[in-house]
């Protein structure tokens, strides 16, 4: 996907699954109209939205792009290059050393904190649940946009107390059984691109890509 083929689906109008009806004002602008913006004139000009189509396009953390920029473009940008061209935001399987208890999920390798983690024991994927205040709703959300639903899968589990399967962590507090580390990675390749940390071995991006 090219930002003209971006830029000429946007004058053919549409909805994201969110909500925002997105349209061309004329070759320089775009409008969105979103039900959660107060602001009914969120206009974007073709050179800001450039920019922006760049940075996501480019692999930057769509939780950092919302946070620093727009939560509306990013909806469009997303329902857009997911529905048209097949593209998936990128998450990042980061294996600290073999004999780690789990392996950890990342949208920023540099970042202290995971999205998620997967135990090598049991193949459990520890998921922060979306409801829950203060804690990290990107991972649950971005499968939701795609069009799963992580907490009525059949396999799912609340952890009790806030523990989780493997009584480790803070503030994971549901899961689902997979049984192998090999089935939670390919549940999440269906949502996401899944790219291990450039730290990593060879061996474990070669590993991810024959899963």
Request: proline content about 3%.
């Amino acid at each position: 996907m090219t930002f003209t083929q971006f830029w000429q689906l946007i004058k053919k109008t549409g909805t994201s699954p969110e909500g925002d009806h997105f349209s061309l004002v004329d070759e320089e602008r775009m409008h969105i109209l979103s039900p959660g913006n107060r602001n009914l004139q969120f206009y974007v000009s073709r050179k800001t939205a450039e920019r922006w189509y760049d940075l996501l396009a480019g692999g930057m953390s769509i939780k950092e792009f919302r946070k620093k920029y727009s939560d509306y473009f990013c909806n469009v940008f997303n329902y857009i290059a997911i529905n048209y061209f097949g593209w998936k935001p990128i998450i990042y399987l980061c294996q600290k050393h073999e004999n780690a208890i789990a392996l950890t999920i990342k949208d920023v390798c540099e970042s202290r904190w995971n999205l998620a983690w997967i135990c090598r024991g049991h193949g459990c994927l520890n998921f922060k649940l979306p409801n829950v205040p203060n804690v990290d709703r990107y991972l649950i959300g971005e499968i939701a946009r795609a069009g799963g639903d992580v907490i009525h899968h059949a396999d799912y589990v609340e952890a009790i107390d806030g523990a989780t399967c493997h009584n480790g962590g803070v503030g994971y507090q549901g899961y689902i059984r997979f049984g192998s580390v090999e089935a939670a990675v390919r549940y999440l390749k269906q949502y996401f691109t899944v790219v291990a940390c450039p730290g990593n071995a060879t061996a474990t991006q070669l590993w991810v890509d024959n899963i």
